[in-house]
């Protein structure tokens, strides 16, 4: 059980593109997801909280407008990169957790990179 | 916010050998604290994870401490075997559920 997939799993995209990350929770409902950035041989750095229904809450130096993310459905978050920029290429790692639960599922991992 | 820390941030061992993460945190709030395994290019993968109303969690070859006074816990992994050899994560987190993460440790499992 808990099983958090994303899609994709490898993105290249030209500079100045947008590029949409997809989260889901397969066997659980997510109440809340959680959105990480990860640079080569760093930890997870929190990005921005979303729950299910509402705004996320973003972390700060997150820019919002660069970063949008939509929780429509206890079962489906989205990350969107606007306008990508190299420096946006990175893993992007998205993370469920069930109502009332502390632990967290991560998925798999989002690597992109912007020419 | 609380800090974690997380030493070493790189662990070689004999397989066979023993494996012992150290961790810190700074708020004496924190009351959950889990292990995330991650393989190269993969997501984390939760481990074992523990609650302050407990000082000590085992799960076959892989065991958990922690000290409240001290502020401390640790990742405990016996008789490692190359599959172990990954990076391994400790993090904290208050009852807002945000994780804070340590930063890492690499542990290699020498053949």
């Known amino acids: 059980g808990a099983v958090v997939s994303q899609h994709p799993s490898w993105v290249i995209c030209k500079s100045g593109t947008s590029v949409k990350i997809e989260c889901r929770s397969l066997?659980?409902?997510?109440?809340?997801m959680f959105w990480y950035r990860q640079f080569p041989k760093q930890s997870l750095m929190l990005m921005a909280t979303?729950?299910?229904?509402?705004?996320?809450?973003?972390e700060q130096g997150v820019e919002k407008d660069k970063f949008l993310i939509n929780h429509a459905s206890l079962t489906l978050s989205t990350l969107t990169v606007t306008s990508a920029h190299p420096e946006d290429s990175s893993f992007y790692i998205c993370?469920?957790?069930?109502?009332?639960?502390?632990?967290?599922?991560f998925g798999p991992g989002t690597r992109l990179l912007v020419l | 916010g609380e800090n974690v820390e997380q030493h070493p941030s790189t662990l070689s061992v004999q397989e066979g050998d023993s494996a012992v993460i150290k961790c810190t945190y700074s708020?004496?709030?924190?009351?959950?604290f889990p292990w995330y395994k991650q393989e190269l290019g993969k997501g984390p993968q939760l481990i074992i994870d523990?609650?302050?109303?407990?000082g000590e969690k085992k799960d076959q070859r892989i065991a958990v401490t922690l000290n409240k006074t001290a502020k401390h816990f640790s990742l405990h992994i016996t008789e490692t075997q190359p599959e172990d050899s990954a990076v391994y994560f400790c993090?904290?987190?208050?009852?807002?559920?945000?994780?804070?993460f340590g930063a890492g440790t690499t542990v290699t499992v020498r053949a």
């Open positions: 708020d004496s709030a924190s009351n959950y």
């Open positions: 066997d659980f409902q997510a109440t809340t």
């Open positions: 993090a904290a987190s208050i009852n807002d559920y945000k994780l804070s």
């Open positions: 523990i609650r302050s109303n407990v």
């Open positions: 979303s729950n299910e229904g509402s705004k996320a809450t973003y």
């Open positions: 993370s469920a957790r069930g109502q009332g639960k502390e632990t967290q599922y």
